[in-house]
Nanobody, 117 residues
Framework: QVQLVESGGGLVQAGGSLRLSCAASGVIFSITAAGWYRQAPGKERELVATITTGGGTNYTDSVKGRFTISRDDNKNTVYLQMNSLKPEDTAVYYC???????????WGQGTQVTVSS
């Protein structure tokens, strides 16, 4: 059974930092691409950042230069370092693992990030 457990969310003031973690089990983590998505109240879920099996990264424009996605295949964990947080970053953040060739698409339960002004 595949499980993705996110942690690291919380309440932070604008300009602060948080580090999200997503620990995976029951899946061959090293052959999955990983991503972080977020969903704010009343809005659709949006892609924040992705990282390939080879470590290539991609970010949505609004977080470039502030957020960093990384992975540790030895720990089956993907991270999202979030710096210079803004109130508009407030959302539930979800971890996602995919391997399209194997039809894998797994989601975590989400972790709340709240940035106060």
């Amino acid at each position: 059974q595949v499980q993705l457990v996110e942690s690291g969310g919380g309440l932070v003031q604008a300009g602060g930092s948080l580090r999200l973690s997503c620990a995976a089990s029951g899946v061959i983590f090293s052959i999955t691409a990983a991503g972080w998505y977020r969903q704010a109240p009343g809005k659709e879920r949006e892609l924040v950042a992705t990282i390939t099996t080879g470590g290539g990264t991609n970010y949505t424009d609004s977080v470039k230069g502030r957020f960093t996605i990384s992975r540790d295949d030895n720990k089956n964990t993907v991270y999202l370092q979030m710096n210079s947080l803004k109130p508009e970053d407030t959302a539930v953040y979800y971890c996602n693992l995919v391997n399209p060739r194997l039809w894998w698409n797994y989601w975590g339960q989400g972790t709340q990030v709240t940035v106060s002004s």
